[in-house]
């Protein structure tokens, strides 16, 4: 098999674990996987870590592992989260936007720039008769809003992106 194609099923399988802070978007859609390294059978993936304040990059690291190692043609499997790359909310790829939508999540919004406000639209029905003020607090990476316009309750991501002023 050519490494190209070990990429490949490397990156499908990528696909199918899940952030479990986030069910149902794979750490690929939320844009985590930084590089990933094929040597023979052994797999090294890099990672970078979402929110701070979200601690669930250990349980993270061996679901990824795990899921790497049940392909027959691995020997051994290596993740490492990388503190170097920042991960940014605009690594979330569409797919991981649409499926945090389906699931009541508004993702962030795309193009932020720190300091900036934002609106967020309604998952269900795209309003954004949402006020941002204060929901969240400084660790805090999602927080649940209120739509006025269907009356769902809905979540919403915080937007997280390198604040290039520094
Ligand atoms: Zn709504």
């Known amino acids: 098999m050519q490494v190209q194609e070990r990429q490949e099923e490397i990156r499908s399988v990528l696909k ?3 952030d479990p802070e986030l069910p149902s978007v794979s750490v690929m859609d939320l844009g985590m996987v930084y ?6 059978g052994s797999v090294s993936v890099s990672m970078v870590p979402t929110f701070a304040g979200c601690p669930a990059l ?8 795990k899921a790497i190692e049940e392909v027959p043609w691995v020997t051994d499997c290596d993740v490492e989260f990388s503190f170097q790359h920042k991960w940014s909310t605009d690594a979330i790829t569409d797919t ?5 939508k389906k699931h ?7 193009d932020y720039r720190p300091g900036e406000e934002w609106t967020v ?4 029905c795209g309003s954004d008769y949402t006020s941002m003020d204060n929901v969240f607090g400084p660790t805090a990476c999602r927080s649940i809003l209120y739509c006025s316009a ?3 309750p ?13």
Not at 58 to 65: A, C, G, M, R
Not at 121 to 124: H, T
């Open 16 to 18: 199918t674990v899940d």
């Open 35 to 40: 590089d990933i390294a094929i040597n023979d």
């Open 58 to 65: 250990d349980f993270i690291e061996i679901k990824v592992q």
């Open 96 to 100: 991981g936007k649409a499926q945090l």
């Open 104 to 110: 009541g999540i508004a993702p962030p919004p795309e």
């Open 121 to 124: 639209n309604c998952p269900y």
């Open 150 to 152: 269907c009356k769902n």
């Open 154 to 166: 809905f979540e919403a991501m915080k937007p997280v992106v390198e604040d290039t002023a520094n």
